[in-house]
């Protein structure tokens, strides 16, 4: 090792003795520090820990403050969002409600446009149906488009717990 290197790693532990000490496996040492959330460096092929991180880790339990700043703090806006109805964020629900609201309301139109039975008549006005059918597929389209925006909403309401969670 060059005196630079030497220098560079005099504060720094082996990710290899840092996951022996943290009993996790060195590859997720090294995915933890990429992330950011240790404070490390590749250094000549090598990779290093900063001491700080293990006695940061072991400080925190005895209510001292971690002295590790490389470490990304929790935002205050990625706290877990209200939850009702099953888990389901606010929105989540009200996106859900309103392709139920829409799927009703086209219904009411189609069925208010409609035209009436004639039975079996020799010319069937097709401009008739054109808009009740219409109104119907508007209907169905923006069911569709309200469910998937619930399902959006849902699936970054897990994100955002699974990466608060990660981060404590």
């Known amino acids: 090792m060059t005196d630079q290197a030497l220098n560079s790693t005099q504060n720094m532990l082996p990710i290899e003795d840092f996951a022996k000490a943290k009993q996790i496996e060195t590859a997720k040492c090294i995915q933890m520090v990429r ?86 008549p020799d010319h069937i006005d097709l401009d008739a149906y054109r808009e009740p059918i219409l109104w119907g597929l508007g209907g169905v389209l923006a069911a569709s488009l309200f469910a998937a925006l619930a399902r959006v909403i849902h699936d970054l309401s897990l994100l955002v717990g699974a990466t608060v969670k990660r981060r404590d």
């Open 35 to 120: 992330d950011g959330f240790y404070d490390g460096r590749l250094i000549n092929g090598a990779w290093y820990v900063s001491k700080l991180e293990l006695d940061a880790r072991q400080d925190q339990g005895r209510g001292r403050q971690s002295r590790s700043r490389s470490r990304p703090k929790p935002s205050r806006h990625a706290k877990a969002q209200p939850r009702r109805m099953g888990g389901l964020p606010d929105m989540s629900i009200f996106f859900i409600l309103m392709a139920l609201f829409s799927l009703i309301l086209s219904l009411i139109l189609v069925l208010t446009y409609w035209p009436g039975s004639t039975a079996y």
